[in-house]
């Protein structure tokens, strides 16, 4: 009888049906998608992502149920499904299944998501102070480059290091791109990671800026008058003379250099339009898409797994790395400008756009009322975007022909 009542909530049936591990993991999922989505909604973490994520997060592992199969499944999307026929028959049966296939398994998410960002951001700093920006953009790599050996120490074939070494430029698209170029069997995991990890660097970062940056540092202003004007003509011709050339150079991620640079290049224009466009539906769009769709593959039976916890270690390496790095060099420029920038621009090279850089001026304003950082904070973290670009290129250049 109390089988018979069981099985009309497959649901719960479903809790019967897998190893002990694996149910109070379903619940452990739930639980921490709904902890994400309250601090999303509370804006400690990043809204945008967290509150489409945690709620996929909390719906996927709620609706599991064995499937005709006989496995245990969601109908939110499948994949790993490769074969053709499979792959058919999946995209009639889970509702997000053609939003993955045909946007997230060739990276058209990641270039729509890049071209909402290039439509809002500012490379006046860019421009005008290159050496200082790419230095610190170099100095924030420091995650991408360490964590590939490391990875390769714990067992990684290079591709698959190197795609989760990705994970230290802090940039979300290009994790995408490179974890589909380099690792199709782990794009999932590190994806996944990398963009969870992403908006809990919001949270984490700021205990690593306090730990290697004296609160006196942290208060230095930096006046508005420094701030250099750079005409719209000239930001126009930058992204188009920028997009060619590291198209020329790096053609594997010319995709993102293009759409990335195709908004920077549209916000230089008169049109209105192409700039509402790309900023409030491709932008939005993109976004909600993209942060519910990686919250439906946070399901128990995609995340409970060896590689999963490995990567997600790796993971908070790189990140750690990377901001380490970014705050060395935020000191190095501190000195050498005898005081006159702001350390703490330091990790905003950490290409989290705009995120680090909020975190900085958040920092800088805790000890300071009154400083104001963050637009020179949009300089690095531009160039970070560039070089992290770059590194991940030579990954993937390296890793096709090898």
Request: hydrophobic letters at 55%.
């Amino acid at each position: 009888m109390l089988e018979q009542l069981v099985g009309l909530f497959p649901g719960i049936h479903a809790f019967f049906m897998v190893p002990g591990y694996l149910a109070f993991g379903r619940v452990f999922l739930i639980l921490l998608g709904g902890f994400l989505l309250y601090l999303g909604y509370k804006e400690v973490l990043d809204p945008l992502l967290m509150i489409p994520m945690g709620f996929a997060m909390c719906m996927v592992n709620a609706g599991m149920l064995v499937l005709p199969s006989g496995g245990i499944g969601t109908l939110f999307l499948s994949p790993l499904t490769s074969k053709v026929g499979e792959l058919i028959e999946a995209l009639q049966i889970y509702f997000l299944q053609p939003i993955y296939t045909f946007t997230f398994t060739n990276g058209l998410i990641a270039c729509l998501v890049f071209m909402g960002i290039g439509v809002i951001t500012d490379v006046d700093f860019l421009i005008a102070r290159p050496m200082l920006s790419f230095f610190l953009a170099v100095m924030a790599e420091m995650g991408t480059i360490l964590t590939l050996p490391i990875a390769v120490a714990f067992g990684f074939p290079f591709k698959e290091a190197a795609a989760i070494a990705s994970v230290g430029g802090a940039d979300g698209p290009i994790v995408l791109y490179a974890s589909l170029m380099l690792a199709k069997e782990l794009f999932v995991p590190i994806t996944v990671v990398a963009y969870v990890y992403l908006s809990v660097a919001y949270a984490v970062y700021p205990y690593i800026i306090k730990m290697m940056i004296p609160k006196a540092l942290r208060g230095i202003t930096m006046e508005e008058q420094e701030l250099p004007v750079v005409a719209p003509a000239q930001k126009f011709a930058f992204s188009v003379v920028a997009g060619v050339i590291l198209s020329l150079l790096f053609p594997v991620a010319a995709p993102l250099i293009a759409s990335f640079f195709f908004g920077v290049a549209v916000k230089e224009t008169t049109l209105v339009r192409f700039k509402k466009f790309l900023d409030d539906v491709v932008l939005s769009g993109s976004t909600v898409f993209l942060g519910f769709t990686l919250g439906a593959l946070l399901s128990v039976d995609v995340i409970f797994s060896k590689s999963v916890f490995l990567v997600m270690f790796l993971g908070m390496v790189a990140l750690i790395l990377s901001a380490v790095g970014g705050l060395i060099g935020g000191l190095i420029v501190c000195r050498w400008s005898k005081k006159a920038v702001n350390p703490l621009v330091g990790i905003a090279a950490v290409s989290c756009i705009p995120t680090t850089a909020k975190v900085a001026q958040k920092c800088a304003m805790e000890v300071e009322p009154e400083a104001m950082i963050l637009p020179h904070c949009i300089g690095p973290s531009v160039a970070g975007v560039i070089t992290t670009a770059i590194i991940c290129s030579c990954y993937i250049s390296y890793g096709l022909l090898h």
